[in-house]
């Protein structure tokens, strides 16, 4: 699913800030929407960072989830007056520093960023992976970001 003109307002009153950084972190895998419910895919972005990295609500909102889900720890902040359903951001694994029921602000420390944990962890170096929700139907995180700058470089050599 792509966003559509029905975020578009939405857009223009989030401000997002990265999870992780500064600097803007790595992005290890992007986002791929499944076709259907079931289907694989990946639903959400793996940003690279090491274990004990703090990560930041990347809005403000309340602490709606914060335990183990599959042996990692997940964090789910929703976001107030984002629609109905109201946009939900994930992270994992973590180790949650709120509670849920906690109200938090953009930027604020969330969370420390756990070790990969298993046999088969979800990427296959340390990166947080973070998630966007509005009810069942996954997006996409990086889509909220405003874009950098543009820089002017400077001209050489023209007279």
């Known amino acids: 699913m792509h966003l559509t003109t029905n975020l578009a ?9 990265w999870p992780v ?3 803007p972190p790595d992005v290890l895998r992007g986002w791929d929407p499944p ?23 990347t809005a403000s909102g309340v602490v709606t989830f914060a335990g183990p889900v599959g042996g990692r720890g997940v964090l789910t902040i929703t976001l107030p007056g984002t629609g109905t359903p109201p946009l939900r951001t994930t992270y994992e694994p973590v180790t949650p ?5 906690d109200h938090v602000t953009r930027g604020r420390p969330v969370a420390t960023l756990a070790a990969p944990a298993g046999a088969n ?7 947080l992976h973070w998630g966007l929700l509005r009810g069942d139907t996954y997006l996409n995180p990086l889509r909220l970001l405003r874009p950098a700058p543009s820089r002017l470089l400077p001209v050489t050599g023209v007279p």
């Open 97 to 101: 520093l709120v509670a849920v029921g």
């Open 21 to 23: 950084g500064p600097p």
């Open 9 to 17: 307002p939405l857009l223009l009153a989030l401000t997002l800030v």
């Open 35 to 57: 076709a259907g419910p079931y289907a694989p895919g990946h639903r959400g972005v793996d940003l690279a960072a090491a274990p004990g990295t703090t990560v930041h609500a």
């Open 121 to 127: 962890p979800h990427c296959p170096e340390s990166c």
